[in-house]
Nanobody, 115 residues
Framework: QVQLVESGGGLVQPGGSLRLSCGASGIAFDIATMGWYRQAPGKERDLVATVTSGGRVQYGDSVKGRFFVSRDNAKKTVYLQMNSLKPEDTAVYYC?????????WGQGTQVTVSS
């Protein structure tokens, strides 16, 4: 059974930081492209960051220079370090595991940036 379990979300003030984690089970984690996406109310789900099995990273334009994605294959975990958070970063953040012919989603974790 495939499971992607996100953690680390919460309420943070503007300018603050959060670190999200996503633990995976039931997949060949070391060959997956792992990613983070987010969805704000009334909006589409957008790319935040991805990291390939080889360590190549990609970021959405709105988070470049503020968010950093990393992975630990031994722990089957992908991380998202979020710095200089803004109110517009408020969304549900979803973990994603992608393979050539299939992909999987976590249940999401809420991040709220507000004073």
């Amino acid at each position: 059974q495939v499971q992607l379990v996100e953690s680390g979300g919460g309420l943070v003030q503007p300018g603050g930081s959060l670190r999200l984690s996503c633990g995976a089970s039931g997949i060949a984690f070391d060959i997956a492209t792992m990613g983070w996406y987010r969805q704000a109310p009334g909006k589409e789900r957008d790319l935040v960051a991805t990291v390939t099995s080889g360590g190549r990273v990609q970021y959405g334009d709105s988070v470049k220079g503020r968010f950093f994605v990393s992975r630990d294959n031994a722990k089957k975990t992908v991380y998202l370090q979020m710095n200089s958070l803004k109110p517009e970063d408020t969304a549900v953040y979803y973990c994603n595991a992608s393979f050539p012919t299939r992909y999987y989603w976590g249940q999401g974790t809420q991040v709220t940036v507000s004073s």
